[in-house]
């Protein structure tokens, strides 16, 4: 049984072990093999340029891990590769080649490049940031460091690049073998990475960053760690280049260059790292080949190409290709491992212990768009084990007052407390980490990972992912896990979220929320466009997750109907001011609610109104 | 000291010129047109056609306007349409277009330098110093550009149906205005006014297959900070175009250039809403 064996091997071994594993060896076997029987069956002159290819291939891994992973489309990974080419030629150039050179010409590149990326990623990555918005900080990259360059002198040799300095003496073929099982070597590593649990995270941030940061993810410092170890590569592939051919050049660095990578991994396949390096090593290949016979034809092809791809095939060729096997050959693909749901130790203690301890603290909040006041002067408590029910007419403030208590930065005046912190400016994941959980009015999960997925990422905060192993488990909390089980995503846990029905995505959502642990819960409008019978089925769950584990939940709802089942209060906003705080008794037979919801008004208010 | 304040306000109209039609294209589109450089390059050497088929000087603009306005319009109706849902893969796709459109110039002229002679010579005496009097009068037709583009917005039944489409796209659909056709002659103004500005650059640059490229960033930049509003460009113009023309001719060309790229991107970093509503 293959079960023995595994309890008693560690995880690693485990790991290469299993079929996937044998899958994975066997693959960086026969690659392994190609590049080192390569030179001997090729002709010269492509061993050369495959050299170069290899090292391209390198950048084109991390812009996918970047664009096709994480969703940061740049321009700029080619502009690390030249920090890496110039620091090594320089290097050279001014202390001449030797070993302890040639270790912190390497060591300087990557550190150089980790430097400015920290830099890059500071400026282009915080809580509101937009994609567009840091797509167009890559390319401003490449545009201030090739103008250093050209101003640099004799220093970085100006347009002409730095030439003629001593350099490691290998054969090409040498090269060749070094070059391609560096490249195997980062696609290998970059591929345990990515199909890691911690390596979800990546394509958790391309679905859904709003998602990542209110489950208390702190996704700009994710994104600039994963670019600042992304630009260290590209950095070393850019000396190792440096290094095979004598020469780092303005056009290294460039963003013609960085636009050059961003098109081989479209055409090969973005989000596929063998799309990537087909991608790098074939348009490599391809141009050295036909640009001298036809010059201009060939970029002009490219373009159409590029063009084409983009917009009849955004997965590129090796999407394409992709689709196409598991199509006609399934049986090539290894089904996804069964996962087993697991009860994670919770806080079952706390949730016990406490008394009618406040959880909600909001002491006139406002909220104003210039001279708008959609919100003012609302103060609101909430304690353990309620169910607050915040209802009013359409524009009364109240998506505004749960946004103002998910997210520090958004309230005007006034102070929130959450768990008795200060909320003041403090951004969504920082809150959520006082034990705030959001669920969206429209489901938001993440629509290309599994339902395991989305509910591991949810857990990412407290149990730390691992980089290098895929775990065949997911422990839930009590509370998520019956979410999970009630609705029925327990026996979907393998499928991607985007195929799940409308209800089956808002229980999802619930759950992930769940699965954070949170003592307040906000719910927007959770039971819009639910069946009767789905809708039923959330005010069960919801009343026994706050009975069980004495959470604090807060909801906005519209149904009169499903408020009254579920509440234990209910608060009613109208035109931005808290109008009514009490029973649900008391507030179903005011008048005001009467005539908010009965639409006209009655005689006694009319005249205050008028 | 005269000279340096007429860089300033020049330097500004230039940028004004070359941006105000990626701007148009945000504005409405939200996606940034990749190709905005490439219409520059296709306006200067649709003046220099222009030029050769022996066109009057003033009308090689025209001609680059409508050059720029018909292939803008090809460009959208068949790439740019389908990609509505994707807006970085948009921005991805009109990079490829402006790829093609690069190469195309080259394969129809060459990668050599063209000349086109300037319509208006000599100097005129402002501010106690000779100045180019061309330059001067960039700074009415970028004056005139921003008047004519307000009009357009705010005084026709065409602008009024973008202003819908920019405040609410689906509610204007459902209002039934046709919010392709806006996207589609939005898409050709944009271009239009890229390729016009390409045109009047001719006088002062070169006409190459690269000629549009510097121009990109700053261009970029100007339009993330101004939000996407025309007035908010025109003040980012003057700020930024002012700094570069002061960092250029104490500094350096070099620190000159980078001046919009740097400045940008902090005052973005620290302002991430723009500058729409300072």
Same mark, same amino acid.
């Given at each position: ?610 | ?30 996606i940034i047109n990749f190709a905005h450089a490439a219409f520059i390059t296709v306006g200067g050497y649709a003046t220099f056609v222009a030029h050769e088929i022996g066109l009057p000087p003033i009308l090689g603009p025209v001609f680059a306007f409508g050059v720029g306005a018909v292939l803008g319009a090809l460009a959208e109706w068949v790439i740019v349409r389908r990609l509505y849902a994707r807006p970085l893969d948009a921005i991805l796709a009109t990079w490829g277009l402006g790829l093609i459109l690069g190469q195309l110039v080259v394969l129809g002229f060459g990668r050599g330098v063209q000349f086109v002679p300037p319509p208006i010579q000599g100097t005129v005496a402002v501010l106690g110093t000779e100045y180019s009097l061309y330059r001067m009068v960039l700074i009415l037709l970028a004056i005139a550009v921003g008047l004519g583009f307000t009009a357009l917005i705010n005084g026709t039944r065409l602008g009024l149906s973008t202003r819908a489409v920019i405040m609410n796209e689906q509610l204007a659909q459902g209002l039934g205005i046709n919010s392709a056709r806006v996207r589609l002659i939005t898409f050709a103004i944009g271009c239009a006014l890229a390729a016009l500005a390409g045109s009047l650059l001719t006088p002062l640059t070169s006409v190459d297959p690269l000629m $549009?490229?510097?121009?990109? +960033?700053?261009?970029?930049? /100007?339009?993330? *900070?101004? @939000? =996407?509003?025309?007035? !908010? ?7 930024? $175009?002012?700094?570069?023309? +002061?960092?250029?001719?104490? /500094?350096?060309? *070099?620190? @000159? =250039?980078?001046?919009? !790229? ?17």
């Amino acid at each position: 049984m293959p079960d023995l064996a595994d309890t008693s091997r560690p995880a690693a071994m485990r790991a290469v072990l299993s079929p996937r594993g044998v899958k994975r060896t066997a693959i960086l076997a026969i690659f392994g093999a190609a590049v080192l029987v390569g030179p001997l069956v090729l002709d010269p002159y492509t061993v050369n340029i495959l050299v170069r290819a290899f090292f391209v291939a390198i950048v084109a891994v991390t812009v996918d891990i970047l664009w096709g992973y994480s969703g940061y489309l740049t321009f700029g990974q080619g502009a690390f590769f030249g920090l890496g080419a110039y620091t090594l030629a320089i290097t050279f150039s001014e202390l001449g080649f030797g070993p302890w050179q040639a270790i912190a010409a390497f060591g300087g590149a990557m550190l150089l490049g980790a430097l400015v990326a920290a830099l890059v990623g500071w400026l282009s990555f915080y809580p509101g940031s937009t994609p567009l918005y840091a797509t167009i900080i890559s390319l401003v990259l490449p545009i201030v460091l090739v103008q250093l360059i050209y101003s640099g002198g004799n220093f970085t040799g100006a347009s002409s690049g730095v030439v003629g300095y001593f350099s490691f003496t290998f054969m090409t073929d040498t090269w060749f073998r070094i070059a391609g099982i560096a490249t195997l070597a980062v696609a290998g590593l970059a591929h345990v990475l990515v199909s890691s649990d911690a390596g979800r995270l990546l394509r958790a941030l391309r679905d859904n960053e709003m998602r990542c940061a209110y489950l208390g993810l702190d996704t700009p410092r994710l994104r600039i760690v994963v670019l600042v170890a992304c630009a260290a590569v590209a950095a070393a592939a850019g000396a190792g280049y440096a290094a095979f051919g004598g020469i780092a050049a303005p056009e290294n660095a460039g963003f013609i260059f960085g636009t050059q990578l961003v098109v081989m991994v479209a055409l090969g396949g973005r989000g596929m790292l063998v799309g990537a390096i087909v991608g790098a090593l074939s348009i490599e290949l391809a141009s050295a080949y036909l640009s001298s016979i036809l010059p201009f034809m060939w970029e002009l092809l490219v373009g159409i190409a590029f063009v084409a791809v983009i917009v009849t095939m955004p997965a590129g060729l090796f999407g394409l290709l992709g689709a196409a096997a598991r199509r006609w050959a399934p049986w090539a693909f290894t089904a996804p491992e069964p996962v087993t749901l697991r009860t994670a130790a919770g806080r079952a203690e706390v949730a016990q212990a406490g008394t009618d301890d406040i959880v909600l603290e909001a002491n006139d909040v406002s909220k104003s768009f210039g001279a708008l006041t959609v919100l003012s002067g609302v103060s609101l408590t909430a304690r353990r084990g309620e169910l607050v029910s915040l209802v009013g007419p359409n524009g009364a403030g109240k998506t505004t007052l749960i946004r103002c208590l998910a997210d520090g930065r958004e309230a005007s005046s006034g102070a929130i407390r959450i768990g008795g912190t200060a909320t003041d400016k403090l951004p969504p994941h920082r809150v959520v980490r006082l034990g705030l959980g959001r669920k969206f009015q429209a489901a938001s999960v993440f629509e290309t990972l599994t339902v395991a997925d989305c509910l591991r990422i949810a857990r990412a905060g407290r149990d730390k992912p691992s980089l290098v192993t895929t775990s065949s488990e997911l422990a839930l909390p009590a509370a998520a896990r019956s979410v999970v089980e009630s609705s029925g995503l327990d026996a979907r846990l393998e499928d991607e979220a985007r195929h799940l029905s409308h209800g089956l995505k808002q229980a999802l959502e619930l759950a992930m929320v769940l699965a954070l642990e949170p003592e307040l819960v906000l719910l927007d409008e959770p039971t819009a466009g639910l069946t009767r019978a789905e809708r039923q089925r959330f005010a069960d769950i919801l009343t026994d997750v706050v009975e069980r584990e004495r959470l604090c939940v807060l909801i906005v709802e519209h149904d009169l109907d499903f408020v009254r089942q579920i509440s234990s209060r209910i608060v009613v906003l109208h035109q931005g001011e808290l109008a009514l705080d009490g029973s649900v008794d008391e507030v179903v037979n005011s008048q005001l609610v009467r005539e908010i919801y009965s639409g006209h008004q009655v005689e006694k208010t009319g005249e205050v109104t008028q | 000291m005269g000279n340096i304040l007429l860089d300033m306000i020049t330097t500004s109209a230039i940028l004004f010129l070359t941006s105000a039609g990626l701007l148009v294209v945000f504005g409405v589109m939200k996606i940034i047109n990749f190709a905005h450089a490439a219409f520059i390059t296709v306006g200067g050497y649709a003046t220099f056609v222009a030029h050769e088929i022996g066109l009057p000087p003033i009308l090689g603009p025209v001609f680059a306007f409508g050059v720029g306005a018909v292939l803008g319009a090809l460009a959208e109706w068949v790439i740019v349409r389908r990609l509505y849902a994707r807006p970085l893969d948009a921005i991805l796709a009109t990079w490829g277009l402006g790829l093609i459109l690069g190469q195309l110039v080259v394969l129809g002229f060459g990668r050599g330098v063209q000349f086109v002679p300037p319509p208006i010579q000599g100097t005129v005496a402002v501010l106690g110093t000779e100045y180019s009097l061309y330059r001067m009068v960039l700074i009415l037709l970028a004056i005139a550009v921003g008047l004519g583009f307000t009009a357009l917005i705010n005084g026709t039944r065409l602008g009024l149906s973008t202003r819908a489409v920019i405040m609410n796209e689906q509610l204007a659909q459902g209002l039934g205005i046709n919010s392709a056709r806006v996207r589609l002659i939005t898409f050709a103004i944009g271009c239009a006014l890229a390729a016009l500005a390409g045109s009047l650059l001719t006088p002062l640059t070169s006409v190459d297959p690269l000629m $549009g490229l510097p121009y990109l +960033i700053g261009a970029f930049m /100007l339009v993330m *900070v101004s @939000g =996407g509003s025309l007035p !908010a460009l025109a003040v980012a113009c003057i700020v930024l $175009g002012g700094m570069q023309a +002061i960092i250029s001719t104490y /500094l350096g060309s *070099v620190l @000159g =250039g980078l001046t919009i !790229a740097v400045f940008a991107a902090i005052a973005l970093r620290l302002r991430p809403e723009g500058f729409a509503r300072a």
